[in-house]
T-cell receptor, first 118, second 113 residues
Framework: DAGVIQSPRHEVTEMGQEVTLRCKPI?????LFWYRQTMMRGLELLIY????????DSGMPEDRFSAKMPNASFSTLKIQPSEPRDSAVYFC????????????????FGEGSRLTVL | GDSVTQMEGPVTLSEEAFLTINCTYT??????LFWYVQYPGEGLQLLLK?????DKGSNKGFEATYRKETTSFHLEKGSVQVSDSAVYFC????????????FGKGTKLSVKP
């Protein structure tokens, strides 16, 4: 089975540019998560969706960040305009409804998108 | 609120050494506990879990026991290998929606041949 697929794997851009990160969750999973990982702050939950609906976006740093999930098989995280402090690895993860194909708290992560903003 | 505290790293061991990575938690209810592992250049993956007190999770030679009396879930392995070099995250799920998963800060393990 295909896992969570993220693109691009690496992105280098200049300050002020728009960045769009993409995620395809595992088929049949109904929850999707966006995390950011940095050395300084560790792993931070930015936003998560349940059945394509944003449930909690309290982790989104500021208005420059936005996330969408137009359907069950695709999500985007957009940063506009980007800043050097946004440099990080961004992970997408998905999970099934607890009790179906996985237990509660079991997330399946993609390989991440490493963003460098110069 | 609920939280997870794990020992700071990095931890450096020689091959075949015994590993312990400490994890303690604070929770008002009865959470499920997890260890996730992140190998270099990859995303996190579930290593093992325990859903109630005294449960032992195990996988790939790693073990952790859910200790309610000490609010701990320490990760152990009897003989580590170079391939175990990774970052290990303790996590707590306190019920409700899938978003209620709290990760510790991670402990980096390096195993030398």
């Amino acid at each position: 089975d295909a896992g969570v697929i993220q693109s691009p794997r690496h992105e280098v851009t200049e300050m002020g540019q728009e960045v769009t990160l993409r995620c395809k969750p595992i088929s049949g999973h109904n929850s999707l998560f966006w995390y950011r990982q940095t050395m300084m702050r560790g792993l931070e939950l930015l936003i998560y969706f349940n059945n394509n609906v944003p449930i909690d976006d309290s982790g989104m740093p500021e208005d420059r960040f936005s996330a969408k999930m137009p359907n069950a098989s695709f999500s985007t995280l957009k940063i506009q305009p980007s800043e050097p402090r946004d440099s990080a690895v961004y992970f997408c993860a998905s999970s099934p409804t607890p009790g179906t194909r996985g237990g509660a708290g079991e997330l399946f992560f993609g390989e991440g998108s490493r963003l460098t903003v110069l | 609120g609920d939280s997870v505290t794990q020992m700071e790293g990095p931890v450096t061991l020689s091959e075949e050494a015994f590993l312990t990575i400490n994890c303690t938690y604070t929770a008002t209810g009865y959470p499920s506990l997890f260890w996730y592992v992140q190998y270099p250049g990859e995303g996190l993956q579930l290593l093992l879990k325990a859903t109630k007190a005294d449960d032992k999770g195990s996988n790939k030679g790693f073990e952790a026991t859910y200790r309610k009396e000490t609010t701990s879930f320490h990760l152990e392995k009897g003989s580590v290998q170079v391939s175990d070099s990774a970052v290990y995250f303790c996590a707590l799920y306190y019920g409700g929606s899938q978003g209620n998963l709290i990760f510790g800060k991670g402990t980096k393990l390096s195993v030398k041949p």
